[in-house]
């Protein structure tokens, strides 16, 4: 079983930068790829970033690609996602995932925190 708590989230204005945190529960946890989803109101969840336990491998949606920075440090049991360039469409909830498995865009990772509030906005 794996715990996941996000935080990090706020108001930004455009242009802006925020960092989001997820710490996990547990001792393995560099064998749990993790990465962060996120919905906006109305909208479907969609996938962000996902990096593998080793941190050697990344992918990010194409919305994000150049913006935004997903890392890890095993040893504090802690996934980070560094979002730049911040636009009025990155507000959302943003999830913090993991699963066994890497995941990409329509996976569903089964642990999930109960997510964090992002708003650009002037």
């Known amino acids: 079983q794996v715990q996941l708590v996000e935080s990090g989230g706020g108001l930004v204005q455009p242009g802006g930068s925020l960092r989001l945190a997820c710490a996990a529960s547990?001792?393995?946890?560099?064998?749990?790829?993790m990465g962060w989803f996120r919905q906006a109101p109305g909208q479907e969840r969609e996938f962000v970033a996902t990096?593998?336990?080793?941190?050697?491998?990344?992918s990010y949606a194409d919305s994000v690609k150049g913006r935004f920075a997903i890392s890890r440090d095993n040893a504090k049991n802690a996934v980070y996602l560094q979002m730049n360039s911040l636009k009025p469409e990155d507000t959302a909830v943003y999830y913090c995932?993991?699963?066994?498995?890497?995941?990409?865009?329509?996976?569903?990772?089964?642990?999930w925190g109960q997510g964090t509030q992002v708003t650009v906005s002037s």
């Open positions: 995932a993991a699963d066994r498995s890497f995941f990409l865009s329509g996976s569903s990772p089964a642990y």
């Open positions: 990096i593998s336990g080793s941190g050697r491998t990344i």
């Open positions: 547990g001792r393995t946890f560099s064998i749990y790829a």
